[in-house]
């Protein structure tokens, strides 16, 4: 019997790597070749008229000084709404998935759809339901306004604030799901152990599920950072001229402007930033479990 | 929904064993959690309640963002503009043929990574990561200056090939994490009784991944009928459902957006359940 096994293991020695050949085919044309040309875009010189515009490579790194200077200011307020973004979906998430977690018995896993359900809803419709209930003359801002609580701009839509909570929002789900992941795994007897040796709740909570709560925090983050940083919906519904973010530039320039080598260079600045974050961050934070 | 979104829904949907609770003491730090965390629901439904209000709306203008009176009409006459109908139609088209093509590269990739060990397979595993950790925007902007390079005219075909590029990695990693406990000596046991190659795949191997991989294709088809922002750049003049929204947006917004935007989110609750009392009936029964 061992025999067969070992036969049949042998006769698949070349399998895994046949089965693995479309896929990797196609991400090698549809993921990898286009960042060449994307890079070979960001390189490029334009020339020609106005009415027939040329293009051509030419190692042109001035690029990539010229988008980030003139879009300083979009690059900065990208990853500061981001990183704002982020820390209140951690801020948010965390006690729905401890409760879910820990606290919610037999609804875990209604609970568990409960939450997921929303986002069946297309994320623009999410966005524009957003739209409504932030609107000037919606319930939530006259209701903000009778109380004194309204912002000095006297409205809601079209603030910094309204478009970090659009982002919060749309991507707090993975912030959530992760969490909820690692802290199911916490056994709860580790809880009771250190309640035993007398150990208050914060520092419960400090020591014991803060780190085994860690590889959540960490993947949340970046599933929620990452698309965040890019997005130019929340910006183009709920915000203004400026609160544009980088996505809404790299959007008008390749699809409006057709300055394809400013947009191709601040697209694939971006892509580096990010790449370069993503490994700091792991390294920070200390582990290598991702998801 | 956005890539990024496979792993995380996949891993959540795994249930792990764990000992039992002992009754925690209620206390007013407990009743605090709770009502934070009831507070954190609410304004996740919040919008959603607001689209299905206004799917209710009769609108004065041409925007449905204020209320003016309930009727009924909207729901009556749900496909009362032709163009919306249309770009719903071809959203439904590109979900099912992309996710077709995806969910074949991406299961077999899954079922090899996961069956036996193999030389390159941390290097696959590690590059197949890589699509889920590009910002969309980026993503849309990298496939734009493919088409362009290669002068393909943006429609139908460049969607489809984008959509199919994001969900394989997504798909691989769903039905990798759910086939992961898997016991793949079951394909040996079956070739030592003596069924062939073929038919332990047909008999074995396909009705025990079967239910991951339908998770993972319905995740995709949900993500494909949701992306509006890689379409946005690899579209052209053709127009799916999300970017007829985002067209609305700027010049008028029909309260059938809301009509069909809870339509589909009643299939989905019908399509949660089936799966939710089919899950336990196999538990239980």
């Not at chain 1, 915000?239 to 402007?257: A, E, P, R």
């Not at chain 2, 009705?207 to 052209?236: E, K, Q």
Request: glycine share 6%; hydrophobic share 55%; net charge positive.
């Amino acid at each position: 019997m061992a025999g067969a096994a070992t036969s049949s293991r042998q006769r698949s020695k070349i399998a895994p790597y046949l089965m693995v050949l479309p896929a990797l085919a196609y991400l090698a044309i549809f993921f990898v070749v286009p960042f060449f040309s994307l890079a070979r875009t960001s390189l490029s010189e334009t020339g020609g008229s106005v009415f027939m515009p040329t293009m051509e490579f030419a190692w042109d790194f001035g690029n990539y000084i010229d988008a980030f200077v003139l879009y300083r200011d979009q690059i900065f307020r990208s990853f500061g709404y981001a990183l704002v973004a982020t820390v209140l979906c951690l801020l948010l998430a965390f006690p729905l998935a401890y409760v879910i977690a820990f606290k919610a018995g037999r609804f875990k896993n209604l609970l568990l759809g409960l939450v997921i359900l929303p986002f069946f809803v297309t994320f623009l419709i999410r966005t524009i339901a957003w739209k409504t209930i932030l609107a000037d003359e919606g319930w939530v801002v006259s209701t903000l306004g009778a109380v004194g609580l309204l912002p000095d701009e006297g409205r809601l839509l079209s603030t910094s604030w309204a478009v970090i909570g659009g982002l919060t929002y749309n991507w707090i789900i993975f912030m959530i799901l992760p969490l909820y992941v690692s802290l199911e795994k916490i056994d709860p007897r580790l809880l009771e152990a250190s309640k035993d040796l007398y150990s208050s709740a914060p520092r419960s909570f400090r020591r014991v599920i803060m780190p085994l709560a860690m590889p959540g925090v960490l993947a949340g983050s970046m599933l929620v950072f990452i698309p965040a940083v890019g997005d130019f919906i929340n910006a183009d519904y709920l915000g203004s001229t400026q609160t544009t973010m980088i996505g809404n530039v790299i959007q008008k320039q390749f699809l409006v402007v057709k300055d394809y080598p400013a947009a191709a260079a601040l697209s694939l600045g971006l892509m580096l930033i990010i790449l370069v974050g993503v490994l700091l961050y792991t390294r920070a934070l200390g582990t290598e479990d991702l998801v | 929904m956005t890539t990024q979104a496979g792993a995380a829904v996949a891993a959540a949907a795994q249930p792990t064993p764990k000992a039992k609770i002992v009754k925690p003491r209620r206390n007013w730090a407990d009743l605090l959690l709770r009502i934070v965390a009831g507070l954190v629901l609410l304004y996740l439904f919040l919008p959603i309640l607001v689209i299905i209000l206004f799917s209710f709306n009769k609108p004065a203008g041409k925007f449905n963002y204020t209320w003016q009176g309930f009727t009924l009409d909207n729901w009556l006459h749900p496909f009362k503009y032709p163009p919306l109908t249309e770009a719903l139609k071809l959203s439904l088209n590109v979900a099912a043929v992309s996710t077709a093509v995806a969910v074949v590269l991406g299961t077999l990739v899954a079922i090899a990574l996961v069956r036996q060990r193999w030389r390159g397979q941390s290097a696959v595993d590690t590059f197949l990561v890589l699509p889920l950790t590009a910002p969309e925007v980026v993503m849309g902007a990298a496939l734009l200056t493919l088409f362009l390079d290669f002068s393909w005219p943006a429609g139908y075909t460049t969607i489809l090939l984008s959509h199919i590029a994001f969900e394989v990695s997504f798909i691989a990693m769903t039905v990798r994490a759910r086939v992961r406990g898997f016991d793949w000596t079951l394909e040996d046991a079956s070739l030592d009784l003596g069924a062939g190659p073929t038919r332990t795949f047909f008999k074995i191997t396909l009705p025990l991944i079967v239910p991951g991989i339908i998770a993972a294709a319905m995740l995709s088809f949900a993500l494909s009928l949701d992306d509006f922002i890689i379409t946005y750049f690899v579209s052209g003049s053709t127009v799916t459902y999300p970017l007829y929204v985002n067209a609305a947006v700027k010049a008028a917004v029909p309260p059938q957006i809301n009509v069909l935007a809870t339509a589909i989110l009643l299939v989905s609750l019908i399509l949660l359940a089936i799966g939710t009392l089919y899950r336990r009936k196999k538990f239980v029964g």
